[in-house]
């Protein structure tokens, strides 16, 4: 519990003693995992769901992870779930993103074009910019694909940001078949900001784990999303992450960063009775 941000651990005082503390300690895990191990840091978000489903940060957490994993159907229903129950539009560009994955470039638009779009904040809004350059290849429109990444905040221009941003501009370029630009746009980027992976944090990381009957389904739904669909993959070019949140978020809180998701089957999250009604 302590490993959990300050906000985090406020909304789950709404639960018991012993709830909140296995909850948090599978937001922990989700939050560790989620860039290394994806499906089983989606595990450990759908064991917090069985016990608090009614809890933002805990569907937070589910919509995080099933993201990651290429659930994109299931991810959009959860973070709209956020939505509700928080007020929240911060997760956009990820919600953004999980259009594009199913293949609705045009409803990424709609989003982008949208009212909650304007509450974002200048991080948030060029994440947004960087999935609607990706929208735009996927329908073929690399001039604008390229024009909505010329004309990011100062946010997006230096740091890891910065450098998704560059890195995005290159993929446009590419596809539009002019490679030398694209490489020295490539050539420019710190390779620090690029390259991530398992063993990068030094941080002793102790092991929580999953028992059987804490990853057993029950047979109550949390709902489903308006398509049903599973995840057809979202393109490099314009994608919010590959495994964390592209904002920043109080359950599982990483940096995000540009590159394709695989699909995924869709699995439906679980709402707990034991939730701290």
Do not use: W
Not at 41 to 66: I, K, N, S
């Amino acid at each position: 519990m302590s490993q959990l941000d300050r906000s985090a651990r406020a909304r789950l005082r709404t639960l018991s003693k012993d709830t909140a503390e296995v909850v948090g300690k599978h937001l922990v895990m989700a939050g560790r995992l989620i860039d290394t191990e994806p499906e089983l840091a989606y595990e450990h978000a759908q064991a917090a769901v069985r016990r608090a489903g009614r809890v933002d940060v805990v569907r937070e957490a589910a919509g995080l992870t099933a993201y990651s994993t290429g659930r994109y159907a299931e991810a959009l229903r959860e973070l709209r779930t956020v939505r509700r129950l928080n007020g929240s539009s911060e997760h956009l560009p990820i919600m953004a993103d999980c259009e594009r994955g199913l293949g609705r470039p045009e409803r990424a638009l709609a989003l982008a074009a949208s009212d909650e779009a304007r509450t974002l904040d200048d991080v948030g809004r060029t994440e947004l910019a960087i999935v609607v350059s990706g929208a735009r290849v996927d329908l073929g429109e690399l001039d604008a694909a390229l024009a909505v990444l010329a004309h990011v905040p100062t946010a997006g221009t230096r740091g890891e940001l910065g450098a998704r941003v560059q890195q995005a501009k290159a993929s446009v370029l590419e596809a539009a078949g002019r490679t030398e630009e694209a490489a020295e746009i490539l050539a420019g980027i710190d390779a620090s900001f690029l390259v991530t992976g398992p063993g990068d944090d030094d941080e002793d990381v102790v092991v929580y784990d999953l028992s059987d009957d804490e990853l057993a389904g029950t047979d109550d739904s949390a709902g489903t999303d308006d398509s049903g669909a599973t995840a057809t993959g979202s393109a490099a070019t314009g994608s919010v992450a590959t495994g964390s949140a592209a904002t920043g978020s109080a359950a599982t809180g990483s940096a995000a960063h540009d590159g394709t998701e695989d699909a995924g089957v869709q699995a439906g999250g679980v709402p707990s009775e034991e939730d701290g009604r």
